[in-house]
C-alpha cells in the first residue's frame, strides 16, 4: 500500500515561516497530483494547495502569496513552503495523493497522510 508521512509542524510567531515536507512511500509508479489540506479546530477541512504531475499548481485564496508549494516527482515528495504565517493559518496539515498508479497496476484514488500540527501565535 500507499503511506503517506507529513513533517515539519510545529509552532512560530505571527510573521514567521514554516516548511512543511510529505513523503509518499510504497511500490508508487506515478502520483497524479499531491495537495496539502487543513483542518483548523471546529472547522471542515479545506484545500490549501495542489500541484499536478505536470507542475501546475493552485491556491486557497486566503494563501496566495504566502505558501508555495512543490514537489520532487523522483522522490515521491511534495513541500509547502510557509511565509508571512497569520494565526488563522493555525490547524492541523494534511497531505493528499489524488490518484497513485502502482507498479501492479492497481490504482488509490485518494490517500491521506496523518497530519501535522502548524500553531502561530500572535
Known amino acids: 500500500q500507499v503511506q503517506l508521512v507529513e513533517s515539519g509542524g510545529g509552532l512560530v510567531q505571527a510573521g514567521g515561516s514554516l516548511r512543511l515536507s510529505c513523503a509518499a512511500s510504497?511500490?508508487?509508479?506515478?502520483?497524479?497530483?499531491l495537495g496539502w489540506y487543513r483542518q483548523a479546530p471546529g472547522k471542515q477541512r479545506e484545500l490549501v494547495a495542489t500541484?499536478?504531475?505536470?507542475?501546475?499548481?493552485n491556491y486557497a485564496d486566503s494563501v496566495k502569496g504566502r505558501f508555495t508549494i512543490s514537489r520532487d516527482s523522483g522522490k515521491n515528495m511534495v513541500y509547502l513552503q510557509m511565509d508571512s504565517l497569520k494565526p488563522e493559518d493555525t490547524a492541523v496539515y494534511y497531505c493528499?495523493?489524488?490518484?497513485?498508479?502502482?507498479?501492479?497496476?492497481?490504482?488509490?484514488?485518494?490517500?491521506w497522510g496523518q497530519g501535522t500540527l502548524v500553531t502561530v501565535s500572535s
Open positions: 493528499n495523493a489524488d490518484r497513485v498508479v502502482m507498479f501492479n497496476n492497481k490504482i488509490l484514488l485518494e490517500v
Open positions: 510504497g511500490s508508487i509508479f506515478r502520483i497524479n497530483a
Open positions: 500541484i499536478t504531475s505536470g507542475s501546475k499548481t
